[in-house]
């Protein structure tokens, strides 16, 4: 068994895997996350998270999620791709005017 090290924040980023988060209004599940050196994802045929331990790249400092819409499913063509601290965890019913 090996084991691997990740900061209290990467812990937590890799735990908004299968949670709801709202993105410009509309409502998405999380199916991955993408950090500085892992890549976490559902598993499509069980509710557990795989983890990927990889090569740091400077391109992913800022965490990446991608998300499904609602009703959804995998390999449907319809996940994006956000920067995670654009979302917000769980469903807004109000819209914000800026």
């Known amino acids: 068994m090996r084991t691997f090290t990740l900061p209290v924040q990467d812990v937590q980023d890799i735990g ?48 990446s999620a991608y998300l499904l819409p609602s009703g959804a499913t995998f390999g449907q063509g319809l996940a994006i791709e956000v920067r995670l601290d654009k979302v917000k965890r769980g469903v807004t019913l109000a819209k914000s005017y800026v």
């Open 16 to 63: 908004m895997i299968g949670t709801i988060v709202t993105f410009e209004d509309n409502q998405y599940k999380i199916y991955s996350v993408q950090g500085y050196n892992y890549y976490a994802f559902l598993t499509a045929t069980s509710d557990q998270v795989n983890v990927d331990v990889m090569t740091p790249c400077d391109l992913y400092r800022n965490p």
